[in-house]
């Protein structure tokens, strides 16, 4: 898709809503849910916002208005502009209360809409750790091996862990940024941000040329919970603005999960308070995000368990005789009754289970342990 093609009226409209309100103003939304797009668009023009007069609400961004020179800018950066309508328009996002007026899309050429059918949004803090930067990586590699393609905010810390855990398998991977795609952000992950858009997507809702901004990072991070079918937080002080994120998904009916870290580390707390309040479910590994975020029945994770002994699979009465036998010496059947409790009868049929096992043996003097 390039600037060459020819869009709709309505179309036109997204992309001018786009330039001249914020994802979040709730007068813009107000006056297309009235009017419709194109019609709310008019008003605007003529210095009106919803009932009442408001000639400056819209007018500075109106003066430098032009969709078709934001058209040639997006190819020129080798960008799309995608719609509702598109076959490619990623459908999770249309659950918000504020769906993006459209999207813009750098990247491999796969339609987003497939490249997030399968996804996981892995978000977390700044300020990371080492222990949460590895965790990152780790997850985000697990997922990509199991098909999911990690979406994040290409941020420093967690954000970027997690893409580059994706890329270090060849997994798809997408950086929803704040300001326009052709704007890396932050300015030192300029090469991260161009390997995401080599082999998966980078995407914006506000058109190229704008700025990331305060109010579009906690907009941002709407989208990244909508375009994935669930988001893993992973280390995320209390005040963290990843937990927006968690805030998003909560409101979307998207699962949530949350890694834990020390109980000492305040870049941790807000982990472990969607953890305690019940909003978060505890996950330590990929394939417990995935079995939580994937298909039912498909995408289940193995249980953990601790090393298997021969013992674990003894009989209540072999247990107890196989415990009563010394380590480095032979005992007698009589010595085993009075040490295990047991009679005569149960001490020998006990024993011969041991002996099927290979756990115990028959000497000159009784019975011993075998080797390991």
């Known amino acids: 898709m390039t600037g060459q093609r020819v869009l709709s009226a309505e179309q036109h409209a997204r992309m001018a809503w786009a330039r001249i309100a914020e994802p979040d103003d709730k007068t813009a939304r107000a006056m297309v849910a009235d009017l419709g797009l194109p019609e709310a668009l008019e008003m605007a023009r003529n210095g009106v916002s919803g009932r009442r007069a408001n000639a400056d609400r819209f007018a500075a961004r109106l003066r430098d208005l032009s969709t078709e020179r934001d058209l040639e800018i997006t190819e020129r950066v080798g960008a799309s502009v995608i719609f509702p309508d598109d076959p490619e328009w990623p459908t999770g996002v249309d659950d ?11 990247g491999s050429g796969a339609p987003l809409a497939t490249v997030t059918e399968r ?21 985000a590699c697990g997922l990509a091996t199991r098909d999911f393609t990690v979406v994040s905010g290409a941020a420093f810390g967690i954000d970027a862990a997690a893409h580059r855990g994706s890329l ?29 858009a080599e082999v998966g997507a980078v995407v914006s809702e506000v058109p190229p040329g704008s700025a990331p901004t305060r109010s579009r990072f906690l907009a941002r991070n709407r989208l990244i919970a909508a375009l994935s079918q669930g988001t893993v937080l992973v280390e995320a002080g209390l005040r963290s603005g990843a937990r927006s994120t968690v805030s998003a998904a909560i409101e979307l009916d998207r699962p949530v999960a949350a890694v834990p ?11 472990h308070e969607e953890i305690r309040t019940g909003k978060a479910v505890l996950v330590t590994d990929a394939a417990e995000v995935a079995e939580l975020f994937g298909r039912l029945g498909v995408d289940m994770a193995e249980p953990k368990q601790g090393e298997l002994k021969l013992s674990d699979d003894l009989e209540p009465d072999a247990f107890r005789v196989w415990q009563s036998i010394p380590t480095r010496r032979s005992i007698t059947v009589e010595a085993l009754t009075s040490a295990a409790g047991l009679g005569v009868a ?3 049929g006990a024993l011969g289970q041991l002996e099927v096992a290979k756990m115990a043996k028959r000497t000159t003097r009784g019975w011993a342990r075998c080797a390991p």
């Open 168 to 196: 270090a398998t060849d997994g798809l991977t997408v950086a929803v940024l704040a300001g326009g795609v052709e704007r890396p952000y932050p300015a030192a992950h300029a090469s991260l941000i161009a390997r995401i």
């Open 346 to 348: 149960e001490v020998m």
């Open 119 to 139: 996804s996981a949004a892995i978000v977390g803090a700044r300020a990371s750790t080492s222990y949460g930067e590895y965790v990152a990586a780790e997850l």
């Open 261 to 271: 870290g020390p109980v000492t580390s305040m870049v941790s707390a807000g982990c």
């Open 96 to 106: 918000l209360d504020y769906p993006p007026w459209c999207l813009w899309v750098r």
